[in-house]
Structures are given as C-alpha cells and as structure tokens.
C-alpha cells in the first residue's frame, strides 16, 4: 500500500522561510514523480514544484527562484520555501506519481496523496 506522510509546516512571518518533507513509501518503482500542491482556502488546489526519480523538475508559476525541490533520500523529498509571501499560505499537499516521470503537473495524474500540512504567512 503506497503511502504519503508530510512533516513540516507551521507560521512564518513574511520574507521567512519554511522547510518541508515528504516521505514516501509501499511502492518500488524505478521511474517516479513526487510532486508538491497547495490549496488557500476557497481556492482550488495548485501545483508547487515536483521532482522526478531522473531529477527533473517543475515549478508552479512564479515559483521557481523562491521554491528548491530536492531529493533527501529515496523517496523522500523536501521542499525549501524562502522570501514568503501571504499568498504562500495554504494547505501543502504532497502526491505520488508513479511509473512516470513529471511530464505534467496534473492533479489527476498523481495516484497517492499526503494529508497535507499547513503553511501559514503573516505580515
């Protein structure tokens, strides 16, 4: 059973940062897409950035520069939030793609999903 934990989050002043880590497992693929998400309240969920077991990644829009996805460990995937704004706020998900690389940065196409774990931006 493939599985998705984040640790992490918290509240952060405005231009702090933040460090988040996700850690998946119940699967042995050789090719797979890790993937960040958020979601601010009202709003739909958005892609962050992904990372892919070939290093490849993505980034949401604007993202890039402020935003490192990187891998700590195999299948284990941080991500390093730095300069945050209020709009940064919101609930972060992380999600498994598997047997594929991060083509996309699709919802539909990430199969497992974390809880999530709360990011929140204050002025």
């Known amino acids: 059973q493939v599985q998705v934990v984040e640790l992490g989050g918290g509240s952060v002043q405005v231009g702090g940062s933040l460090r988040l880590s996700c850690a998946a497992s119940?699967?042995?693929?050789?090719?797979?897409?890790m993937g960040w998400f958020r979601q601010a309240p009202g709003k739909e969920r958005v892609p962050v950035a992904s990372i892919d077991s070939y290093d490849g990644t993505r980034f949401g829009d604007s993202l890039e520069g402020r935003f490192i996805i990187s891998w700590e460990d195999v299948k284990n995937v941080s991500l390093q939030m730095n300069s945050l704004k209020p709009e940064d706020t919101g609930m972060y998900y992380c999600a498994v793609r598997r047997r594929s690389l991060c083509y996309t940065m699709n919802r539909a196409d990430f199969g497992t999903w974390g809880q999530g774990t709360q990011v929140t931006v204050s002025s």
């Open positions: 119940g699967f042995s693929d050789s090719m797979y897409c």
